[in-house]
């Protein structure tokens, strides 16, 4: 009768022999080392775990691996499952160059194994914890609500979703180096789309399409370079890029005497659903890391 170690905090349960994380009664999909990390920082609530301990708990000292690379790509999965955010963490403190602190209140359960039928879960009056309904007694509505929150995302290839992000890079730094190469021709656009405040549509875009230049350059070779903190730069970037998007959405009325109302206007709508597309492309990337 070996010990089942269960660490619990908030809707999350961490079974330590089965290895599986679950949230709400839900499984969900973690990968060994975010887990081990996990399982680490919840042996010792509220104490810095030094990135010295983790590397000794993950890779022996004879293992030769891009530890650092290693430990902060582990970290990015973990905080993906757990809904985490290092700028402002729920659960997960970075302590800088010294390692992590988890920050939530932590139970442990500790069950013994029957040999044939195993027990019903045990509730703990210190834990304070109410046995979470199974899925089959869940409704359709109540299943869904609590799957593992990547079932929300599109199947597709992690070469897939990285091109696919890349490309909308581009396309967008073909509208700003368009801009840059005849101002004198957006400053024309700007008076006839906006003439009430051309000169301030002018200096807005012209001022746009330099910075966007410089942003998409980042991204697109940090998604060639598949830098580990990318899901975590974009979050950051997010709503600034979002600002940016939504200003040069509204690019293609520059060019309405050309395309005509109907045809801008269904552009402008389109790149309207970019930035949530894009924002979308970033947590598959993530997802598949």
Not at 7 to 12: A, G, R
Not at 112 to 120: F, L, M, Q, S, T
Not at 196 to 201: E, G, I, K, P
Not at 262 to 278: D, K, N, T
Request: positive net charge.
């Amino acid at each position: 009768m070996s010990p089942a170690l269960k660490y619990t905090f908030d809707e999350f349960e961490a079974d330590v022999n089965a290895a599986e994380l679950r949230r709400n009664g839900n499984r969900l999909k973690v990968q060994m080392q975010p887990f081990q990390v996990l399982v680490a920082l919840l042996e010792r609530p509220r104490e810095v775990v030094s990135r010295e301990d983790l590397r000794l708990r993950l890779w022996p000292e004879d293992t030769f691996v891009d530890f650092d690379h290693s430990l902060n790509t582990a970290m990015v999965k973990l905080r993906e499952v757990l809904g985490d955010s290092a700028a402002s963490p729920r659960y997960i403190e970075t302590i800088a160059k010294r390692g992590y602190r988890f920050l939530g209140d932590v139970h442990i359960l500790r069950d013994k194994i029957a040999a044939v039928v195993p027990p019903e879960p045990a509730i703990t009056a210190s834990a304070g914890l109410a046995a979470a309904p199974s899925v089959e007694d869940k409704s359709p509505t109540e299943s869904r609500a609590e799957i593992s929150p990547e079932a929300d995302l599109p199947r597709a290839s992690r070469r897939t979703t990285r091109t696919l992000f890349v490309l909308v890079q581009i396309m967008y730094m073909i509208f700003y180096l368009s801009a840059l190469f005849d101002w004198r021709k957006l400053d024309r656009a700007a008076a006839m789309a906006f003439p009430f405040a051309a000169q301030t549509a002018f200096v807005v875009y012209l001022v746009t399409a330099l910075i966007g230049v410089v942003v998409r350059l980042y991204l697109v070779t940090a998604t060639a370079f598949d830098y580990h903190l990318l899901g975590e730069k974009y979050r950051i970037l997010f709503p600034a890029l979002f600002l940016l998007d939504m200003i040069w959405a509204l690019a293609p009325l520059l060019l309405m005497d050309r395309m005509g109302p109907g045809l801008a206007l269904g552009a402008s709508a389109a790149l309207l659903y970019l930035p949530f597309a894009q924002r979308v492309l970033i947590r598959m990337i993530q997802q598949r890391a």
